[in-house]
């Protein structure tokens, strides 16, 4: 049950963070040479960081076959979502009007699994294009009321210019209720989930950008009349 909370939390819940500037140089500072090679083959790159909480914030790197506004179009389709993490997002419906433009309130049932039954969030997602920089979009999310599993989290989605396509920069942060949180196994099962919650979107980004371009359009628009 552990790890199937903890992915769909990480998958819809954060908070909005501060907006910068930044490139894949900059992301990727940090890294070493074997870092950098094993994410230009593809693979995902991990960190986290204590913020003194129970558990970690958890940073995740991802090579992403598209641009940076089709790979921000497909997440901020917000409707697509079960469609996007099938079995564990049950539903996933934007409230309208939206407060502001760029800003969403989305009612998400979760499939907590284990015959735990569902859970309700109330998400917020706000989307911006740090120094109308058109090379980098980015998605931050929270979590308005505490929800069963959770009493807080908050994270984002950061795209950039990458090796032709884009650098997926997925952030999230986690405050467990604390029945859940004193498991101090949880962490490890966490560590797949987030795996798992990005592999789960870059596929769906992919999928639509080779095979449904006509969807894309769409989302493009919609993304574009967002900002």
């Known amino acids: 049950m552990i790890q199937k909370i903890f992915f769909v939390l990480l998958a819809l819940t954060a908070t909005t963070s501060p907006c910068f500037a930044s490139t894949a140089e900059q992301e990727l500072a940090s890294f070493n040479p074997k870092e ?93 294009r740090p120094n109308n920089n058109s090379h980098e979009h980015q998605i931050s999310w929270v979590m308005l009321v505490p929800s069963k599993a959770a009493d807080s989290s908050y994270g984002l989605v950061r795209f950039v210019d990458y090796q032709g396509g884009s650098l997926a920069v997925y952030q999230n942060y986690v405050v467990p209720k604390d029945s859940l949180g004193i498991l101090s196994w949880v962490v490890p099962l966490a560590k797949k989930a987030v795996r798992r919650t990005v592999t789960h979107l870059k596929a769906s980004i992919e999928r639509i950008k080779t095979q449904n371009p006509q969807l894309l359009d769409r989302q493009l628009k919609n993304l574009n009349g967002s900002l």
């Open 36 to 128: 950098l090679q094993a994410l230009q083959s593809g693979e995902q790159i991990e960190r986290y960081k204590d913020l003194g909480g129970i558990w970690p914030q958890i940073t995740l790197y991802q090579k992403v076959a598209a641009r940076p506004d089709e790979a921000a179009a497909v997440y901020w389709d917000q409707g697509r979502h079960p469609e996007y993490f099938p079995g564990d997002i049950l539903a996933s419906n934007p409230r309208s009007p939206k407060p502001k433009n760029n800003v969403v309130i989305i009612d998400v049932t979760l499939n907590l699994g284990f015959g735990f039954g569902t859970d309700s969030l109330v998400m917020q997602h706000a989307l911006t």
